[in-house]
């Protein structure tokens, strides 16, 4: 029962998936990050139901595209676009470390955090029109892979603050054992994208791994840890990266090879 608890809150926070709602107790969030890939799962499982389906339909190759792209916001509910924002503001205001922490917590968004947003989404545009059938279950795994690693980060990584969402679930959780827990996931969504597709899910899982150590560099010298907004700047990017990998090693190596 416990575990379906933790289950419920993991889904409830970091999903608009319906669920039970249950208090944020040290039991009922004690593993909740080891469900996090979970809700990547379901990103996963939706995004290569669509791919199915569009490849069906007489839909135009940008409408297909937009689709793919909304699919993680409607799923999640923006929260991690959220951190890409916040994160960028940040990052964009060259001021002293307590400044920026004060700046993720401002729920105003910039003018830098507009600019980041609209050219991720030109960014991510241009390379999900790219994304062939072949390369779905690659990209369908990367939601995994980019939600064990978060959840990894969160449970390995000195938090930056004392208060806040990362703060909260790295206090709560059983961090040894989901350290162990969401690496064994990591490394599973990492096969079965290699298994996919072996180049480009190589490329792709290379991308995931060095970006979760770079943005650990960024975190540690900008901000002195991890908090929630950097984790969620740190899935958008990581997602994006995986994706342009994969079409890169799609198109540049298996094309001339």
Partial sequence: MNLLKNIAVAFSMYSKIPMPQFAWTKENMR????????????????VWIWGQLSSRLPFGNLFVTGVFLLIPVIVTGGIHL???????????????????????????AGAFAIIVCCSYFIAA?????EVTTELLLVLAGGYCLSRSLNGFGIATFPCAKSSGLAATFAD????KKCRVILLCEAI???????????L??????AAAWLTMLGCRKMCMNKFGGITGDTQGFFLQICEL?????????????????
Wanted: net charge negative.
């Fill in 31 to 46: 593993y909740a990050l080891c469900f996090f890939p979970l809700v990547g799962a379901v990103v996963g499982v939706c």
């Fill in 82 to 108: 959220d951190g890409l924002l916040d994160t960028s503001d940040a990052l964009s205001s060259w001021q002293p470390r307590e400044r920026r922490l004060e700046i993720l917590s401002d729920s105003h």
């Fill in 241 to 257: 990266l995986m994706a342009f990998a994969a079409v890169i090693g799609s198109k540049v190596f298996i094309i001339n090879y």
């Fill in 200 to 205: 480009c899910g190589i490329l792709a899982v």
């Fill in 188 to 198: 599973a969504s990492s096969l079965f994208m290699i298994g996919m597709q072996p």
């Fill in 172 to 175: 709560q959780a059983d961090k």
């Fill in 125 to 129: 545009l241009a390379v999900w029109s």
